[in-house]
């Protein structure tokens, strides 16, 4: 059964190594020196090399930042402020608003729905990028569980499609006459296209224009992969047991029941344990040789990685139960607001899936499964694209995401909502 002081634990391990970690990092800053003699001598970067890597294996990494200041568009610089302009108690839905410097052409609202699966939305920084020069971006900034006081209530995967409603709702096109197109990451392409079709099934006026569903679980029985089977073969009690635990003081979600970041980060970890080990001894060695630029991409990437969040115990439950281990919402059995999720009433929202050739988080087909689900789709709003040699990760960023992802989903959005 569950330990209820494991997240102590983890704490109370952390600020055990808080003064090893001091020393580590003086350590570094010192053999790192130019007032050092020793600072140039394999000794001296051993060393310095050793220090840092102890140092970034052992710290607590905080919220990064999007840092978007400025993009390009028609080869000319626009300043980019971020601002919120929605927000509730696990969400603040932020926009990347526009300088504009001179006239310019209306563009679409692009709505990105982060996924709420222990990263934080700026782990999608590269999409946003990827995106802003040609659209009106907004993301879900989803909450910390942890820094949420549970006199605020609690957070579930109804609560999850009933958020989604209410910013399709906000940034209707019938506020402005512009089309708004959504792009769901993983984990949410299931409330994404839950709450869509309940608008559909309302003939509610503001569902978006579209919604491109990327790497999501929408059919786990095909192609699963070992999470999905982890999953379905634990069941949800397994998950309740043994990863749920309260938050310890002083955050501000003390006593809130949560599945701690920590555990998520340690699965994906374990899963490509070999990857992330070989990744630091080259780090390792990168600073061993003075290469500054490797060694900063490193960082960079694992900045972003090991900042974690937790996650409410309702939502994560309920969603291995609604997802994972009963598949609701394929089965047709899926409710929402006491009403089946019914996908055959979506008809005017175009629908565009996108998948990795190898995807180890969302196997082949889970994605496209929307696109035998979703029936009465006219066959012109309907796209179905898979990007070879990409994993999950490749799917929303990266290379090949910017080359060849980003410009079919503008192709895809162009040709079924023109501006």
Request: aromatic letters at 10%.
């Amino acid at each position: 059964m569950n330990d209820p002081f494991s997240y102590q634990w983890h704490e109370l391990a952390y600020l055990a190594v808080a003064p090893a970690r001091a020393v580590s990092d003086v350590a570094r800053v010192w053999f790192k020196s130019p007032l050092n003699p020793l600072a140039h001598t394999p000794v001296g970067r051993n060393v310095a090399a050793s220090a840092e890597i102890f140092e970034r294996l052992t710290r607590r990494y905080g919220k990064p930042v999007f840092g978007l200041d400025e993009t390009i568009v028609d080869g000319q610089p626009v300043p980019v402020l971020e601002k919120v302009v929605w927000e509730r108690s696990f969400c603040r839905l932020l926009h990347f608003e526009r300088q504009w410097l001179r006239p310019h052409k209306p563009q679409a609202k692009l709505l990105i729905v982060a996924p709420m699966s222990g990263h934080f939305a700026t782990l999608l920084r590269g999409t946003v990028e990827a995106f802003l020069p040609f659209y009106d971006v907004y993301i879900t900034d989803w909450a910390d569980a942890r820094m949420v006081p549970i006199a605020r209530g609690g957070f579930d995967l109804d609560d999850n499609i009933d958020y989604m409603i209410d910013i399709f709702r906000a940034l209707s096109a019938r506020k402005d006459g512009l089309p708004l197109h959504t792009i769901a990451v993983c984990q949410p392409a299931v409330p994404v296209l839950a709450a869509v079709a309940h608008l559909e099934k309302l003939h509610d006026p503001d569902v978006p224009a579209s919604m491109v569903l990327m790497g999501g679980p929408i059919d786990t029985r095909r192609s699963p992969t070992a999470v999905n089977k982890l999953a379905e073969a634990r069941g949800s009690q397994w998950f309740k047991d043994h990863c749920i635990h309260p938050v310890p003081y002083p955050y501000p979600g003390a006593r809130r029941a949560v599945y701690p970041g920590f555990l998520q980060l340690t699965g994906f970890m374990a899963m490509n344990f070999d990857r992330h080990f070989n990744a630091h001894v080259e780090m390792f060695n990168h600073l061993m040789e003075g290469d500054g630029d490797s060694a900063e991409k490193h960082r960079e990437f694992y900045d972003e990685y090991l900042a974690v969040m937790d996650l409410t115990a309702e939502f994560y439950l309920q969603t291995i139960e609604t997802v994972f281990v009963r598949h609701l919402l394929p089965e047709g059995k899926m409710t929402h607001d006491n009403q089946y999720i019914d996908l055959a009433a979506i008809n005017r929202t175009a629908l565009m899936t996108v998948e990795g050739e190898k995807d180890d988080i969302s196997g082949l087909g889970q994605t496209k499964a929307a696109q035998d689900l979703c029936i009465n789709i006219p066959s012109k709003l309907k796209l179905h694209y898979q990007q070879d040699n990409v994993g999950h990760y490749g799917v929303f960023n990266g290379s090949r995401f910017r080359q060849s992802v980003a410009p079919r989903i503008r192709e895809f959005h162009a040709a079924v909502a023109p501006v």
